[in-house]
Nanobody
């Protein structure tokens, strides 16, 4: 089992920044790729970003490129999502997830097998 706990969400004005954290426990965190997804009310969960086990490779959804940065600290069992230049359309619950298999599509939620409970991000205009 692997437990994930997100934190860092909140209310911010458009153009502002937030840093989300996802703390992992229970298994060897550093072996696995990690991802961030988000889900807005009435919408499907969508891919935001992914980072390889070493942190050497990152992938982003087009709509966050240049604004969001994913990173990880394996010594702290934590993955981060730095979000800058936030827009009202970024409002959603943000989830972190772990891919323990590494064989599915990187942007597909079904490729990830452990999920956190989510943290709310609200961007006001």
């Amino acid at each position: 089992q692997l437990q994930l706990v997100e934190s860092g969400g909140g209310l911010v004005q458009a153009g502002g920044s937030l840093r989300l954290s996802c703390a992992a426990s229970g298994r060897t965190f550093r072996n696995y790729a990690m991802g961030w997804f988000r889900q807005a009310p009435g919408k499907e969960r969508e891919f935001v970003a992914r980072i390889s086990w070493s942190g050497g490779n990152t992938y982003y959804a087009d709509f966050v490129k240049g604004r969001f940065t994913i990173s990880r600290d394996n010594a702290k069992n934590t993955v981060y999502l730095q979000m800058n230049s936030l827009k009202p359309e970024d409002t959603a619950v943000y989830y972190c997830a772990v891919d323990t298999n590494g064989v599915g599509l990187k942007s597909m939620a079904r490729s990830y097998d452990y999920w956190g409970q989510g943290t709310q991000v609200t961007v006001s205009s």
